[in-house]
């Protein structure tokens, strides 16, 4: 064809020449590798990538398309896309659905080529919608245009798609567009079979331009005139081909001698691999190979599917379990501390003490064992670090002594047999004129080095020895952060039996005795232990003593 001659010649045409080179020239060569034969018939669709291992690409890059199918494009100078079989047919038929490339100088182009140079084409000028060339060429001959013709295709080929086929035997050649032969060429017809084409062959599917500005003036005015590459791209589409072998069964075909005769072509029978990749299983998805299992092994895995949800589902059920039992043990705990700590507060109320005084002198609860007292105070239960506070009872009275029943025993120099050396009521031992007291649970007053005795109350029996006082004696007043010294030896109960006192200047007070008015602390009803002959008014009598009255007898 005209097409394959001029691109032989051409420089530019390096790409469109390599459509009709071959990689090995069995005219020329016996060691020329075998042909892969396609031994069968296939409907190829491009609207997707067709598989590499049935086509290739050896110019170029073609886009495909689900609604256009393959598309060959001239978008600039030296385009010429194109796409080859990578199998042969010895004797056969191509069907293809097309639709040609509009374009002044552009080449739309299907050709079977063999290896050594056997061609028969089929060519559309963009310039001419309604021209088809056909044409044969033998053994690379591309000096001989004697077989070439042109045909005139009514309603023009590049508006849609149209049908093209080539059918070749042994005996003949035809040429059909839409089903209609337009062609027939016989063996015998071209110079007796010599420049029939007659070895295997492979379809090659381009486009190129044969109106490039640099090609020689001839071949530009057959390609219709210069190609203007700012009007294009200039795209051939096409959807669909259909090949068939007419050598079924073989796998592999070669050549025998150097004569390129279809007698010295050998065929090697069997699958060839293109028949295996077009009949290879496709690829197994999980519902395919779901469907293919198994009765057996179906049952299995629905058995392995059961254990294994039963197993996370007893999972998650023991857990839920477990931290219920946690919640429930640790909800446990808080109550049985929130009802320690409760009955921790009723019995500190049973005992006189208010919770909150301990907060108001930096002591909580459960410190008042551990040494904790205000710096100046230590030692001296009675002092309050208040004592100099706006709205005190008793700012600015002096210390004295806690006097009791046992006053005048104290006084007459007789310390009691029970003191004990070390301790706040002994003259002798570390406390002895020291900054030491009784801790009540409240935090005692700064105060100078003074010396404290504590005395015992009318309930309970005098000690026949006891010790001299030394200073006045301190009465105990009602300020409500302050405890006087207990009663009986049982422990702090709600009425406490304290030792009653009075002060200095105030009616009762005797530094014998320890009188004193009945005391009220903060809410609780206090019974205190009066000194010997005092009758306070409502107030129930003590070992002998009636009650009631409100002086000193």
């Known amino acids: ?331 446990k705990l808080a109550d049985e501390k929130a009802a320690a700590e409760r009955m921790e507060l009723e019995q500190l109320r049973r005992d006189g003490i208010d919770p909150d005084g301990f907060r108001e002198h930096g002591q909580d609860l459960g410190e008042k064992n551990i040494g904790m007292t205000p710096p100046g105070t230590a030692g001296n239960p009675f002092n309050h670090p208040d004592d100099s506070r706006p709205g005190s009872r008793h700012p600015t009275v002096p210390d004295v002594a806690f006097a009791g029943a046992a006053a005048g025993a104290v006084a007459g120099g007789h310390a009691p047999s029970h003191a004990v050396p070390g301790t706040p009521t002994s003259p002798h031992g570390p406390y002895a004129n020291a900054n030491a007291g009784f801790d009540f649970g409240v935090a005692p007053s700064p105060a100078s080095h003074r010396q404290v005795f504590r005395t015992q109350s009318d309930m309970m029996p005098p000690h026949p020895s006891q010790s001299p006082v030394n200073g006045p004696a301190r009465s105990a007043t009602a300020d409500p952060y302050r405890m006087g010294s207990p009663g009986p030896q049982q422990g702090y109960g709600i009425n406490r039996m304290q030792s009653p006192m009075g002060q200095p200047g105030q009616s009762g007070y005797n530094t014998r005795q320890s009188p004193g008015p009945m005391q009220q602390q903060y809410g609780q009803q206090r019974t205190q232990s009066p000194g010997p002959g005092y009758s306070g008014g409502n107030q129930p009598a003590y070992r002998g003593h009636p009650g009631g009255g409100s002086q000193w007898n």
């Open 1 to 331: 064809m005209r097409f394959t001659r001029l691109a032989a010649g051409a420089v530019f045409l390096g790409a469109a020449a390599a459509q009709v080179h071959t990689d090995c020239q069995p005219l020329n060569r016996t060691d020329c590798p075998a042909d892969p034969a396609f031994g069968t018939q296939h409907f190829f669709n491009f609207n997707s990538t067709p598989s590499y291992d049935l086509w290739e690409t050896t110019v170029g890059s073609v886009d495909y398309n689900a609604d256009t199918g393959a598309g060959f494009s001239v978008k600039k100078q030296g385009d010429s896309p194109t796409i080859r079989s990578k199998f042969y047919i010895f004797w056969g038929r191509y069907e293809i659905s097309l639709k040609v490339a509009p374009g002044t100088g552009i080449i739309s182009s299907l050709m079977l080529l063999s290896d050594d140079l056997d061609e028969i084409d089929i060519e559309f000028m963009g310039a001419n919608a309604t021209q088809i060339t056909t044409n044969i060429f033998s053994k690379g001959d591309v000096d001989d245009h004697s077989y070439g013709k042109e045909h005139v295709m009514d309603g023009g080929n590049q508006d849609d798609y149209h049908t093209y086929v080539v059918d070749w035997t042994q005996e003949r050649l035809e040429w059909s567009v839409n089903g209609k032969v337009i062609r027939t060429l016989a063996y015998n017809d071209a110079k007796n079979g010599d420049k029939y084409p007659q070895t295997p062959m492979r379809m090659n599917i381009g486009i190129w331009a044969g109106g490039d500005p640099t090609l020689a003036k001839g071949t530009i005015e057959w390609a219709g005139g210069e190609t203007d590459y700012s009007k294009g791209p200039y795209t051939m589409f096409v959807k669909n081909i259909k090949i068939e072998d007419y050598t079924k069964g073989a796998k592999e075909y070669s050549y025998g001698d150097k004569t390129g005769h279809y007698g010295s072509i050998k065929v090697k029978e069997g699958n060839s691999t293109a028949f295996k990749n077009l009949n290879k299983p496709p690829p197994t998805t999980p519902v395919s190979a779901w469907n293919n299992m198994a009765p057996g092994a179906k049952i299995g895995i629905y058995a392995a599917i059961g254990a294994v949800s039963a197993l996370a589902i007893g999972t998650l059920i023991y857990y839920y379990i477990r931290q219920r039992k946690l919640g429930a043990a640790e909800a």
